[in-house]
Structures are given as C-alpha cells and as structure tokens.
C-alpha cells in the first residue's frame, strides 16, 4: 500500500495543510496520542504537557470521566444542538453552572463554542439590553479573536485597527502606571462616557498580557466604580476560571461578584464549548438574536459536565492550591539562581516565569527556553506584551511528582539558556505572540 504520509513528517503534513493563520507555533510539537498530563509526539517521545493545550484539557488527557460522558453522549445524541429543542445534556450543564456561579435568582446560561464567541455574545447581549454599545478593557486584555471579541481587547499581539475599540484602562504595575493612575483614568471614562457604556471586561489574572495579577482590592474598587454608573461587570474566566487559580472562580479570589461570568477553555476538557452566565433580562433579551446551529450540542455539554463534576470529586480547586504553592516555590528558587530569570508568580496553577526582556538576544529570550524544555521534554509557552513570560497553566489532575519533574527540567532549561548552551528558535517558523 502506498504510504500516504509521502514520506513526510506529521508536522511537514501540517505545514502544507492547515492554515497558518490559526497556528501559534513555538517548536515542531506534533502530538499523536495524550494519557494523563503527557503528550505523546510523532517522534515519539513522552512529553509533560504544562500548558495544557493553553488550558483547554483541565483533567489532561482521556480523563475516563471525560470519555465515559462523550461516548454515551454521542452514541445516543439527543440532537445535535439546543437551537430548536431541549437537550438534556444542555439543560444539566446550565443548571449546574448556575448553581456553581453566584448571582440573583433570575440568571440564565448562553452556550457557544469558544471563549471568543461567549465573550462576543455577551457584548451583543449587554449592548441589546442596555442600550449601551460601547465596552472597558483593560490595557494588555485578551477577550478573543473573532471581530466582536477583538473589539473587546487591547492587547498587541491583534490587528485592532478597524474594530469598535473599546476604551482602555492602564493595568496597574504595566508601564509605571500603579492604581492611582488606574482608578483615575477609569473614573474619568466614567464620567464623561458612562451612559454610552454597557460593561467593562476584565481578566481577573491578565493572561495573554503576561500573567499579571491584580493588586489586592484594585478590583473591587474598579466593580465599586462601576456599579455606581450602573456599567456592567463581566469576568471573563476563559483561561483563569473553574478551579485554576485554587478557587472555582478567579473572580472569587479578588473579591468581585461580577454580573456576567464567561467560561471557556477548560470548561469542555479539550472539547469546543463555552457559556456566559448572567442575569435573565439580559440573556433573554430578544429570541434568535445571539445564536450558533451546535452551541449546546449533547456530545460538548456532556463533556463540560463531566468537567465540573471531577472538579468536585476529585478536590481539583484544593489540589490547583497546593500543587500550585509547590509549583511556585520551586520555580521561584530556580528563577533566583539565574539571571536571565527575572521572578516567578501565580496563582494556584496559573503560574507565569518571567525572563529578561532580551529584545536583542534571541539566545537568551523565552523563544529559546521553552524550545530547550520541548527538547527536554517538557511543553510550555510565552505570552506577554514583551514575549518574555512563560505561562504554566497544567492539567490540574498534575500530581506532585510531574511537578518535581516539571521543576527539574525548567531548572536545567534555565542553565542551558544563561550558559548559551540553548539554541534559539528560528523565528520565521517559530514567532510565538
Ligand atoms: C481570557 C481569555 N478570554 C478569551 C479567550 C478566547 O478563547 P478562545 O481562543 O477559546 O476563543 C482566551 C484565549 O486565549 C483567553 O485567554
């Protein structure tokens, strides 16, 4: 039989197949098979995912809770959506995650595919009911990347010109700015745009932006100025929320009680599915008017429940807490004994290594650390206004000897890039953000 590989590799395949404009690329990862919080790769080594897919396979791979509920799912779907019927599996999910999200008693759940489309919707949705279109961003903020989405972002790495932009706010501890400065420019958005203005989105740990945490209270405040000029509060908890940072909601940890709350990534446990939790009058507003043929689809919800069941069953929000702590010390010990390691921090298992900002040595830049940790072993990526900070988001099934192990192997990758001994990634193919 004729191979049909051509005698090419599966990442040669992918080159030559698939679209560059929905890759991300860092180093020639080319998975065949995943177990647990391992990637198996077409050359076929074992390689410790420590991204987790950019969060989206929180029980890591093949979880059996996850496959149990897909394969009944599919084998008896009820339909293929919540369009034009019921669906139990659908119906479950949004009954479970009202129950999980705090809020008034009147809510309701929109189902969508990605963090983009929910965060897309919830705009529309807001601006619909409120008759106010425009948004807040915080500056560095990442909602998505359809049009709608982008509108709702201000972070470099988009092409933002053309959209509706939102206004912008300094993120505290960004380019001097601190919360003075923060709470200022924001009040006097406020004052002079509020009635023009139905919500402000924010991440409640910044992830695309360099994993940056809020001071303690900035938050609030920024929830307690917005409420007084009746703006919407939505936390989008795409990459941050459901368990990662130690609490069920990363809103939680800073004190906030949003209106809306957008879910995404981790959600579906590696299957397309998101939802915008929120307030009846606004999820309600007008039949047909935020909708997609799949969203709600059995075979995604059943997934998404299996995902928020292991949560609690397995005490994953406690265990993101403790691996998390181990985690950050170890990594913090090892950014303390290279230069090129600037700090480490995080929160639970959303957990950020920032190097030196080496604009001008690729050499010694994260391009070439996590290039040495893929060679290694070990997948993780970097994101930052100033690509400079890597971002462990794990599976938060990961146990405390893969922590060790995730440990050694960045120790050892940190060495090789300070002592030169890391080759740095050829940028036409490998740009990252
Ligand atoms: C905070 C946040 N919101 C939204 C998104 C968009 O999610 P998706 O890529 O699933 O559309 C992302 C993706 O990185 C994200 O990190």
């Known amino acids: 039989m004729q191979d049909p590989s051509g005698g090419k590799t599966l990442y040669q395949r992918d080159a030559e197949s698939v ?96 963090g983009s489309d929910a965060n897309e919707a919830a705009a529309r949705l807001i601006a619909r009911a409120t008759g106010r279109p425009r948004t807040i961003a915080f500056d560095g903020g990442y909602h998505g990347c359809t049009v709608g989405s982008m509108g709702l972002s201000a972070h470099p790495a988009l092409d933002l010109s053309g959209e509706d932009r939102p206004f912008v706010v300094p993120w505290p501890g960004a380019d001097g700015a601190d919360v003075d400065a923060a709470l200022a420019a924001l009040d006097d958005i406020l004052e002079r745009h509020a009635a023009a203005i139905g919500a402000l989105f924010l991440e409640p740990i910044q992830s695309d932006a360099g994993v940056r945490l809020a001071p303690a209270g900035f938050l609030r405040e920024v929830q307690r100025r917005c409420s007084a000029h009746g703006v919407l509060l939505v936390s989008d908890e795409v990459k941050a929320g459901l368990g990662r940072t130690g609490w069920l909601h990363a809103f939680e940890g800073e004190g906030l009680e949003p209106d809306l709350a957008v879910f995404g990534k981790g959600l579906g446990g590696g299957l397309p599915i998101s939802a915008v939790v929120g307030p009846a009058d606004v999820l309600d507003v007008e039949w047909a008017y935020a909708l997609t043929t799949t969203a709600g689809n059995p075979v995604c919800s059943a997934a998404a429940l299996a995902v928020l069941r292991t949560l609690e069953a397995e005490g994953l929000v406690e265990r993101a807490q403790t691996v998390g702590a181990r985690l950050l010390s170890g990594l913090q010990a090892s950014a303390d004994a290279y230069d090129v390691a600037v700090e480490a921090r995080g929160r639970g298992l959303m957990v950020a290594l920032e190097l030196a900002r080496e604009d001008t040595n690729p050499a010694r830049s994260a391009g070439a650390f996590v290039a040495r940790c893929f060679e290694l072993g070990l997948v993780a990526f970097y994101v930052g206004e100033h690509s400079n900070v890597v971002e462990l988001t794990p599976p938060l099934i990961l146990d405390d000897a893969d922590c060790d192990r995730a440990l050694e192997i960045m120790d050892q990758a940190l060495g090789d890039v300070e002592h030169g001994r890391a080759a740095a990634p050829d940028p036409a193919l490998f740009a990252g953000w």
């Open 19 to 114: 679209a560059r404009a929905e890759k991300l690329r860092f180093f020639p990862l080319a998975a065949t098979a995943g177990d647990g919080v391992r990637l198996r790769t077409a050359d076929d080594r074992e390689v410790l995912d420590m991204s987790a897919s950019w969060g989206a396979a929180s029980l890591g791979y093949g979880h059996p809770a996850v496959v149990e509920a897909v394969t009944r799912a599919v084998r008896g779907a009820a339909s293929a959506s919540t369009l034009s019927g019921a669906n139990i599996e659908a119906v479950e999910l949004a009954e479970h995650l009202l129950a999980l999200t705090p809020g008034g008693a009147d809510r309701r759940v929109w189902l969508g595919h990605s």
